[in-house]
């Protein structure tokens, strides 16, 4: 890793070797995150930054941009081992990072996966893996066939570009997971595992910020009145409808004749 310590004497990070804990063997978030925040690092509130495209450089060498990708300038990467960006923030500390992605191969229905390494090194085993969905819808309401089943309809993938943060692909995580970048130039390293895809826009950005219960009650309380919990407004959703999207083509309705399920 290319991390840098605070200037200063007395520093709170002198206490400890922060390149030996990022290059430490699979560190899971949780640890790197809360060893981070024990020695003062803080969330980013800024503006978001955009990675700098012209400074792309790809495994093989050779050029990976192209002007005109489904309407958009974007890189094209098909298998390429590796491809690197440089992001100037203005500030050391936490952030999301985020892209805007195009999965253009119609053959595969999987979603292309991805690691992503920080100067120079994977900052925790979360970071190892991330996916990129595709997504899907059914063309239609379930159709009847001749001995009145019901039929699963064909499934539609919706192409087009999307917009993600890096998640934990488990799920572990509800929220994107946060990493931390040094004040002034960083290298992010995109690792190919599957798919290809093309992206438009990688960003830095600030996290969304936690807060405790307590904090959420007393917005919950503003925004709905001392009883929020009878004045929140109900969502329902009728389960039998077509799904709007999904991001598995394989999800699909189910029967359950069981009156005690």
């Known amino acids: 890793a290319n991390y840098q310590k605070p200037e200063g004497e007395g520093s709170l990070f002198d206490s400890y070797d922060m390149n030996n804990l990022l290059n430490h063997v699979d560190p899971f978030f949780a640890q790197v995150y809360q060893k981070l925040l024990q020695e003062g690092a803080t969330d980013y509130t800024g503006e978001q930054v955009e990675a700098d495209f012209s400074s792309l450089t790809a495994s093989s060498g050779a050029s990976m941009l192209e002007t005109d990708v489904f309407g958009r300038s974007a890189l094209v990467w098909e298998d390429e081992e590796w491809v690197e960006f440089k992001i100037t923030v203005p500030a050391a500390g936490f952030y999301n990072l985020a892209a805007t992605y195009h999965l253009y191969d119609q053959k595969v229905k999987r979603a292309a996966v991805r690691s992503v390494e920080i100067n120079g090194s994977t900052p925790f ?28 309809p064909n499934q539609e993938e919706l192409s087009g570009w999307y917009d993600t943060k890096f998640y934990d692909a488990t799920g572990y995580y509800a929220e994107a997971l946060r990493f931390y970048l040094n004040e002034g130039e960083n290298t992010i390293r995109l690792v190919f595992s599957e798919g290809k895809m093309a992206i438009s826009s990688l960003r830095a950005e600030k996290p969304d910020p936690y807060i405790t219960y307590e904090q959420f009650l007393i917005k919950q309380q503003k925004e709905y009145g001392a009883n929020s919990e009878r004045n929140i407004p109900q969502l329902n959703i009728q389960a039998e409808s077509t799904v709007v999207w999904k991001n598995d083509n394989t999800l699909s309705r189910i029967y359950n004749g069981d009156a005690a399920s």
């Open 125 to 152: 085993a979360e970071a190892d893996g991330l996916t990129f969905n595709r997504y899907f819808r059914d063309e239609s309401e379930p159709k009847t066939n001749a001995l009145g089943d019901q039929v699963r």
